[in-house]
C-alpha cells in the first residue's frame, strides 16, 4: 500500500516536473531564437543603413560582427535573388536566393527569419533578412551557442528537476507515512478481526479515519455478539440433541447430512457418522431412505413404522428457508420396542386382571345362581354348606387379588424412606411360620437357616412380604415330599436371601417373564395352586424400590432358587 502511494505521488510528480520543466525549456529556447533574431535584425537595418551612402562591405562587416565572437555570416541580396556579396563564399559561385523563405518574407513585410541547416555549410544557421525596397539584406549566425545555451538551461532544468523529485520524495515518504498510519491501522485491525479475535479494538484515529475506526469496532462489537448468540444456540441445540431420546439426522437436497446425534448413531447400529457425509453411504436402511426421498420429492411430512430387530419408528418433515424453499428434509427416529411392549403387557395384563377377577365372581355368581334355583333344596344343609365354602373361597381369592393389586400399586408410588430399617433374619423367619401350615398341607419341608440378625435398609413388613412370597412360590409349585431351604447370609455390605426348592423349575424361555404380573407358566396349574400371579411381582419391585437386586436360577424338573441382594443398613 505504502509503495503503491509512493509510486503514484512520484508519477505525479515526475509528469509535473516533465510537463513543466518542457514548458520552460521551450519557452525560453524561443526566447534565445525570438531575442537573437530581434538583434540580428536591428544590426541588419543598421547595416543595410550604411550601405545606402557608400560601397558596402559585408567581410568588413562580418569581421567586425564577429570581432566578440557570434559566427555570423552577412549576405547581400538583389531585388531578383541574385547574390550581390557574400562573406562566407564568392558570390558568382551561390545560387539565387529569391526562394529563400527569410528573402520572401522580408521581400512581402520588410523583414523575415528562418531557422534551417545552411545549404552551403551543413551548420543550423538562424537567418534573418531586412529590406529597404531594392535589396536584401541577410544576417545569418550560427545556432551552436544558442543550443549551448539551450543544453545549459536543459541540465539546469533536469538538475532542478532532480532536486524537486528528491524533495518530492522525501515528503511523500513522510506524508505517506502519516497518511497511511490510520489505514495501517484499520488493515491491522481487520486481519485480527478476520482471524477470530473478536476482542481487539482499533485505536481512535483522527479526522475521516477516526469516524471508520470507529465503524469497524462497532462493527466488531456486533460480530461478536452475533457470534457468542450463535454458539450459544449452537451449544443449546447440541445439548438438546444429545440429550433427546431420539435419533435426530438432517439432510440437505444434495443428500448430505447436516446434523447427526450419538443416539441416531445407536439406534440406526452406526460406529461413526460426520456431517458432510453422503446419506446413502451412511446408512443402510431401505425404509429411512425410501422415507427421506419421499419427503424431499413431496415436501410433505410422513410417518412411518418397522420391524426388524427393534421396533422403529420415523417421523420426516421438510426444512424450508425463510422463502418457503425445501432445503432439505429433518428425521426423528424413536425405538419404540419398549412403548409397544409395554402396550402389549398392558393389554395382557387387562386381560389377565379381567379374566382373574372374572374367575371368583364366575364362581360366586354360579353359586348365587344356584341357591336361587327352585329346584335346588336350601334348606339341606349340606348343600347350602358346599355353596357358602365355595363362595367363601372364591371371595378370601379375590381378596386377595385386589389386595395384591393394591400393594403393587402402592409399591410403584411410594418412594423408599431413607429411615426404613428391618432384621431379614426376623422377617425370614416370620414368613417361614406363616407359610409352616401350607408347606404341612403340600407335604413340603421347610428348612430355614436365619438365625442371626441382619439390619437392612427396608421395613420388616416388607421384608416379610419378599420372604413369605417366594416360600410360597417354592412350596405351591414343588412336589409331596420335596424341600425347600431359606438362607440368609452377609456378603459384603450386602444381605443375601436365597429362597432354593427341588420342585418342577422353570423352562429357560420362561425365566426372563416370570416377575410379570399375572404371568404363569402352567396357567391350569397355577390357578389351582391358589395363587394369584401378583406375588413375583410384588417381590420384583419390593426388591428394587429398596435398590436391591433379583437373580432367579432354575432348571426344569430340578427346582428353582431366587436370590434377593439388599444393602446393609447403616
Not at 7 to 21: F, K, S
Not at 189 to 195: H, N, V
Not at 201 to 230: C, T, V, W, Y
Not at 383 to 391: D, F, K, V
Request: hydrophobic share 45%.
Amino acid at each position: 500500500m505504502r509503495r503503491k502511494v509512493l509510486l503514484l505521488l512520484m508519477a505525479v510528480a515526475l509528469l509535473t516536473e516533465a510537463l513543466l520543466g518542457g514548458v520552460v525549456y521551450l519557452f525560453v529556447r524561443g526566447f534565445l531564437v525570438d531575442q537573437s533574431a530581434a538583434r540580428m535584425e536591428d544590426m541588419a537595418r543598421l547595416l543595410l543603413q550604411s550601405a545606402e551612402t557608400g560601397e558596402p562591405d559585408v567581410d568588413a562587416w562580418a569581421a567586425a560582427l564577429n570581432a566578440r565572437g557570434g559566427g555570423y555570416r552577412v549576405t547581400l541580396v538583389s531585388g531578383d535573388g541574385e547574390v550581390l556579396a557574400d562573406s562566407g563564399a564568392e558570390a558568382g559561385d551561390m545560387e539565387n536566393h529569391l526562394e529563400r523563405e527569410e528573402v520572401q518574407e522580408a521581400l512581402r513585410s520588410g523583414e523575415g527569419q528562418a531557422l534551417r541547416d545552411s545549404e552551403t555549410t551543413g551548420v543550423p544557421q538562424l537567418y534573418v533578412a531586412v529590406t529597404d525596397g531594392e535589396r536584401v539584406l541577410r544576417l545569418s549566425q550560427s545556432f551552436a551557442q544558442i543550443r549551448a545555451l539551450q543544453r545549459t538551461l536543459l541540465l539546469t532544468v533536469l538538475g532542478t528537476a532532480l532536486l524537486t523529485l528528491a524533495a518530492a520524495w522525501a515528503l511523500s515518504l513522510a506524508a505517506s507515512r502519516h497518511v497511511l498510519r490510520p489505514i495501517e491501522a484499520l488493515r491491522h485491525g481487520a486481519g485480527r478481526i478476520a482471524e477470530g479475535d473478536l476482542s481487539y479494538r482499533i485505536p481512535e484515529q483522527p479526522d475521516e479515519m477516526g469516524a471508520l475506526a470507529r465503524d469497524f469496532n462497532d462493527m466488531a462489537d456486533k460480530l461478536s455478539r452475533a457470534l457468542r448468540h450463535e454458539r450459544t444456540q449452537r451449544a443449546q441445540m447440541q445439548a438438546v440433541l444429545r440429550a433427546i431420546p431420539a435419533g435426530v439426522l438432517a439432510v440437505d437436497r444434495a443428500g448430505v447430512v447436516s446434523q447427526i446425534n450419538p443416539e441416531a448413531l445407536r439406534l440406526l447400529g452406526l460406529r461413526s457418522g460426520r456431517v458432510g457425509e453422503k446419506f446413502g453411504d451412511l446408512v443402510r436402511d431401505g425404509q429411512l431412505l425410501d422415507l427421506a426421498r419421499r419427503t424431499l420429492s413431496s415436501g410433505q411430512s410422513e410417518t412411518e413404522e418397522w420391524t426388524t430387530d427393534r421396533v422403529l419408528q420415523a417421523v420426516s418433515a421438510p426444512i424450508r428457508d425463510e422463502s418457503g424453499t425445501d432445503m432439505g428434509v429433518v428425521l426423528i427416529v424413536s425405538d419404540m420396542t419398549q412403548m409397544r411392549r409395554l402396550e402389549q403387557l398392558r393389554s395382557e395384563f387387562v386381560s389377565n386382571a379381567t379374566h382373574e377377577l372374572k374367575t371368583p365372581l364366575t364362581a360366586i355368581r354360579g353359586c348365587i345362581e344356584t341357591l336361587r334355583d327352585p329346584e335346588v333344596d336350601t334348606a339341606d344343609p349340606q348343600i347350602l354348606g358346599e355353596m357358602l365354602e365355595i363362595m367363601d373361597a372364591q371371595g378370601e381369592r379375590l381378596q386377595a387379588l385386589i389386595s395384591d393389586m393394591l400393594e403393587l400399586s402402592r409399591i410403584e408410588s411410594a418412594p423408599a424412606l431413607a429411615d426404613e430399617r428391618g432384621d431379614l433374619c426376623a422377617a425370614v423367619r416370620e414368613a417361614a411360620r406363616a407359610v409352616g401350615v401350607q408347606a404341612v398341607k403340600r407335604e413340603v419341608a421347610l428348612h430355614i437357616d436365619a438365625d442371626a440378625a441382619l439390619f437392612v435398609g427396608a421395613s420388616e413388613e416388607r421384608l416379610r412380604r419378599v420372604a413369605q412370597n417366594l416360600l410360597e412360590n417354592a412350596v405351591r409349585y414343588n412336589r409331596p415330599g420335596g424341600n425347600v431351604w431359606a438362607t440368609v447370609r452377609r456378603a459384603g455390605a450386602r444381605a443375601v436371601l436365597a429362597v432354593r426348592d427341588d420342585g418342577l423349575g422353570i423352562p429357560e424361555k420362561d425365566l426372563p417373564r416370570v416377575c410379570e404380573r399375572f404371568y404363569r407358566v402352567d396357567k391350569d396349574r397355577s390357578r389351582n395352586s391358589g395363587g394369584t400371579g401378583l406375588g413375583l411381582a410384588i417381590v420384583k419391585h419390593l426388591v428394587r424400590r429398596y435398590d436391591g437386586e433379583l437373580d432367579i436360577r432354575s432348571k426344569l424338573g430340578e427346582g428353582s432358587t431366587f436370590t434377593v441382594s439388599l444393602p446393609l443398613w447403616t
